[in-house]
């Protein structure tokens, strides 16, 4: 069964748009966190935002902000104010932790956002 | 700092060579993985370590060995390539103090062909 799930392969907001991409994951762990990575046209993986399991607050990065809602277990990253520079792959991952040192570390396939001019 | 460095950037291999893919990082971390990129599949965890001397399986372990004889290098072998190994390939680190908070940090990537 797929751990994280990302419906939208695509993408397409208008620059200065909000737009949300979706994130639904699957654990039994009560203790993990949440990810979301930029992959841009160049290929490096890009930290932009996380969100711990016990965390009350969605958590915000600038433009960047985790809608947690735990108990439908989905974590959607919401880019505000989107740029020309927004466009890019986006990675959700969830890092489940089991014991001292059991960690699982897993990725959906990813959403490609195209931001429009 | 550096970060986690990878080298080669970009390798072709032929069918049956075998090769090693460097990875090294300089933050002390404990946990170092290899993951593998391929189109509409995310990331999938090859090979990971927990410290030095200490190696364990992920999602797509075949075709693969590791090794780590030190914190901070974490090279990954191909045996003996195929095809169905063209795919571009990450190495990651993090630590596992705070655990579940810390973030993955990425190398650049290996591009890797075989013909």
């Known amino acids: 069964a797929q751990k994280i799930t990302q419906t939208q392969p695509g993408m397409f907001v208008q620059e200065k748009e909000a737009v949300t991409l979706d994130c639904t994951y699957d654990t039994s762990d009560p203790s993990y966190g949440l990810f979301w990575y930029k992959q841009p046209s160049s290929g490096e993986m890009i930290f932009l935002i996380y969100q711990g399991s016990y965390d009350q607050q969605n958590a915000t990065e600038g433009r960047y902000s985790l809608n947690f809602q735990k108990a439908r277990k989905s974590a959607n990253l919401v880019i505000s104010a989107s740029q020309l520079g927004d466009s890019a792959m986006y990675f959700c991952?969830?890092?489940?932790?089991?014991?001292?040192?059991?960690?699982?570390?897993?990725f959906g396939p990813g959403t490609r956002l195209s931001v429009l001019p | 700092n550096a970060g986690v460095t990878q080298t080669p950037k970009f390798q072709v291999l032929k069918t049956g060579q075998s090769m090693t893919l460097q990875c090294a990082q300089d933050?002390?971390?404990?946990?170092m993985s290899w993951y593998r990129q391929d189109p509409g599949m995310g990331l999938r965890l090859i090979h990971y370590s927990v410290g030095a001397g200490i190696t364990d399986q992920g999602e797509v372990p075949n075709g693969y060995n590791v090794s780590r004889s030190t914190t901070e290098d974490f090279p990954l072998r191909l045996l003996s390539a195929a095809p169905s190994q063209t795919s571009v390939y990450f190495c990651?680190?993090?630590?596992?103090?705070?655990?579940?908070?810390?973030?993955?940090?990425f190398g650049p990537g290996t591009r890797l062909t075989v013909l």
């Open positions: 990651a680190s993090t630590s596992l103090v705070g655990s579940a908070y810390n973030e993955q940090f």
């Open positions: 991952a969830m890092r489940e932790v089991r014991q001292f040192y059991g960690q699982n570390f897993v």
């Open positions: 933050m002390n971390h404990e946990y």
